[in-house]
């Protein structure tokens, strides 16, 4: 299968790209620009997922370009995410800009050091050689870009000049590149606050092979293997623990302050550092798939995203700089004063409309990863603000998901309720989903025997298969065991179920042979929390809360009212939600949808905004625009505060940039304020909101 692959424009080494594949929600921006930036030929990449659009920049684009379009044509989600295995948790992945210098501020300086002299011609050559690189861009920017603010800024320092005020000329140039050195240092400094989330790269690893502990490379780390992890040491993998015990600050990942205690049967983050103890650990994920490197590449989506309140801060910008030169020819016709044509060419618009929103945007995506909510970019977050209706999946988000066995219910002749259940725990240990875990951990506590089995196929959406002695095992739901398997259920097999389900419990079934075997039955527990976040999303401005579930009509609608939950959507298959949701969507609603599981994916995807928890599926993760990586359903409140609460900053920004540039144009235009009265005015204001963006909000 091939990519659409359409060159829209192409200059001197510089070509931009219409790129199909970009139109695959699973294609991550970040990863895709890693991918690119590794092959030969490409000196530098832009990626744009909104537009579908990429920019390379080649060493030689005659000799590179043919065969990077075939690369293009020919490239696949897997080779971009294999890719990005390999290159994982690398902070050199990640672009660093050079560090801004003094060195553009010392030579604009240096012209004041000759105005003692007081010589004309001194003072015009130390001029002209302070000012020319401005004018020369400016000349460069208005070849290929158009009237921009830039031109405006050189255009005045060019009046300067030929007015021969050398002092306004060199005061102009002196205060611009001290406005766009602290605008550099602070745009670069809300990248850093994104960029300092990315834990350090950890090389060497221990792990028990042949029952003998040695030290490995962490790119040979394999699931399955064993991992031994030390006191004041960064766990490099995520997996549950096999033995022991450990204190581990998770504050980098969660947010939370104080350490948590891990022990046998808790799973660990990738990131995360114990503080004392020594645990060995079943890896689960490795390279792409931890949580280290989710963050990784939620920071890269971040920095590369831009959300439409940018784009449109942009385009306004852009359609402000004629008025400026409109307003400048209108004072010149008036006055003939050529100081006060330079003064209102300084008064633009655009610095503090293009770089304050961005940065405000930043500042929270920065906030919001510091206590464990990674949002996938600031149209993400955007996105959020604009949510109205927020949809539940129940199990694992409005309930723990943390299950127990209550009951083991056997229908085969000769086989025990221990039999049963060691059955479906010696399938079931080979996963670390809450069903499974619940099972093992029931097994475990009756001195669970292993069954012997073959190797073991995990269905999505239903469950498991594998044979034992020669019969087929079958463990899932219901539809999985009769519709998919043909295992027919007795009328007194259907009594029991139907008892159990009227009572709100969770039920695994276990076929032998193409028998009902017998059935586990499971419960789980509200988070004690949930009602709080209802009431909490609700002050927000939510105008619905639903909650869908597989239960009963009954049980679902007892749920839903202790937790103030508006409607509920019960007996579902799990494609159903997916189907929800797009209706939901197709009458004018704004979703946000939360969920965990495998089938909760397809609704993730077509929500507004998808919400993953914390213990989520490993496709759950990968489709949601925010990831949730403490297991708390407060959060989904907080994120919505903050959409709320950084949106409210960027307007409140947005009328200060205008009214103040506005004023400060009048003045300019009446002859009120000089020229390098305007530039000080103009760059203290652009200044100032940057530093009240790059605070954001808390």
Known sequence: MTNSVEVVHRSYNRVRIKYGLLKNHYVDSGMLQAYLEDLDGIKEVRV???????????????????????????????????????????VSCVDTEEESSYEGIIKAAAPFALMPFRNDTVNQVGTLTATTPLMLNGVKELATEGVTSHVLESLAVGVSLWQKDYLAANSTNLLLEVGEYIEHTMVKKSDDMLRNLIKPNIEQVWVIKEDTEVQVHSNEIAVGDIVIVNAGDTIPIDGHIVEGQALVNQASMTGESVPVEKKRGDNVLSGTVIEEGRIKIWVEYVGKNTATARVSNYIQDALNQQSKTSQNAYKLADKLVPMTLGLAGFAYVMTRDWQRVAAVLQADYSCALKLATPVAFKSTLKHAGENGMMIKGSQTLENLSEVDTVVFDKTGTLTYGDLEVEE???????????????????AEEHYFHPVAEAVVKAAKSEDFVHVHHDEVEFIVSHGVVTYSEGKKVVIGNRHFLEDDEGITFTKSQMKVREKYKADGKILLFIGYDHKLLGMIVLNDHIREDAKDMVLRLRASGIKNIYMLTGDIQSKAEEVGTLLGIDKVYADLKPTDKADIVKSLSTKGAKVAFVGDGINDAPALINAHVGISMAKSADIATATADVSLLKDSIMSIAELKELSDKTMKLIKSNYHVTVGANSAILLAATFGKISPITTSLLHNGTTVGLLVRAIRGVR
């Not at 920019?55 to 020919?74: H, K, Q, R, V, Y």
């Not at 083991?408 to 010696?426: H, I, M, P, R």
């Open 48 to 90: 744009n997922k909104n537009a579908a659009s990429v920019i390379l920049f080649f060493d030689d684009i005659n000799g590179s370009l043919a065969d990077t379009l075939d690369i293009l044509e020919a490239l696949t989600l897997y080779d971009i995410l294999d890719n990005n295995a390999e290159n994982s948790v690398c």
């Open 408 to 426: 083991v219910k056997v229908f085969g002749k000769g086989w025990s309720k221990k039999s049963v259940l060691d059955l479906a725990a010696s």
